[in-house]
Structures are given as structure tokens and as C-alpha cells.
């Protein structure tokens, strides 16, 4: 039975044990300490006779460590393949970041005569007043968008 606590111990780092008598059972519990993720803390629960423990705790405790390490090396994996994620992640934004930079910086080197300007201008405000007055087109428009229920009742 140590030998199969052993393997859990170094997994972990820390173990702690717990028994409870309740009538002629026997509650065991295993609870695994050391491990970062809470994912890996969790108990293993056993309630069964003297007997019953002594036939299959060893066996429990071994399919319950291979578990475990099973967890432990895929949320390994699965951080890794995060963090790879995130490092691709923030080179695409300090890629976009440095392509929209030279965009900004190469419009105003533009030739662009005074009266252009005063378009631009015009337009910008065009764009920020267009924003609630677009949905009033589409509102008045003549093609349906969608299902008439009237037309279903009538």
C-alpha cells in the first residue's frame, strides 16, 4: 500500500490521509496537496469494511494515482498549447499595431489640396451623423426583410 502512496507523494508533494469509522464502515480519504491546479486536488473517497479496504485500496489507490498523472501531464499540455496561443496572439496584435501605424502615418503624406481636406472633414462628419439615420432607410425600405405576419393571418 506504500508503495502506491509513495507514487502519489512525489506526483503531489503532499498527501493527506483521513479515516472515519461510521457502524462496521470505513471511510478513506486520499487528498493530494501540493498541486497547483485544484483540478489535482482532488479527493480520493473510499468507504467500505476493513476487509473490502484491505482487498482493493492498494489497486484503487494505483488506478487513482494513474489518473492523476494522466491529469496532471494533460493540463500540462493543454497550459503549453495556451500559452503558445497567447505568444501568436500578441504577435498578430503587435503586427497590426505596427501595419496600422504606418497606414496613419502614410495618409497625411498624401497630395491633398486644402478644399480635399475640407471634404474629409465633411465626410467625418457625414459618417458620425449617418450612424442613427442608416436604420431609417432600411426601415422605409420597399423589400421585406423578412416574414410579413400579416400576410400569414390574412
Do not use: C, W
Amino acid at each position: 500500500m506504500f508503495q502506491q502512496l509513495e507514487a502519489l507523494v512525489r506526483a503531489a508533494g503532499k498527501v493527506v490521509m483521513t479515516l472515519q469509522a461510521s457502524g462496521d464502515q470505513l471511510s478513506v480519504f486520499v487528498v493530494p496537496q501540493g498541486a497547483s491546479n485544484p483540478t489535482l486536488r482532488q479527493p480520493l473517497m473510499l468507504t467500505a469494511t476493513a476487509a473490502e479496504l484491505d482487498e482493493g485500496f492498494a489497486n484503487a489507490l494505483l488506478t487513482y494515482t494513474g489518473s492523476h498523472k494522466s491529469l496532471e501531464e494533460q493540463v500540462a499540455v493543454t497550459t503549453a498549447i495556451l500559452d503558445e496561443a497567447k505568444k501568436a496572439q500578441v504577435g498578430k496584435a503587435q503586427q497590426t499595431l505596427r501595419g496600422g501605424s504606418k497606414k496613419a502615418l502614410s495618409a497625411p503624406a498624401s497630395n491633398s489640396t486644402a478644399g480635399d481636406d475640407e471634404d474629409a472633414d465633411d465626410d467625418d462628419a457625414q459618417a458620425s451623423d449617418s450612424t442613427p439615420t442608416e436604420s431609417a432607410p432600411a426601415a422605409a425600405s420597399t423589400e421585406p426583410k423578412g416574414t410579413d405576419l400579416l400576410s400569414l393571418l390574412g
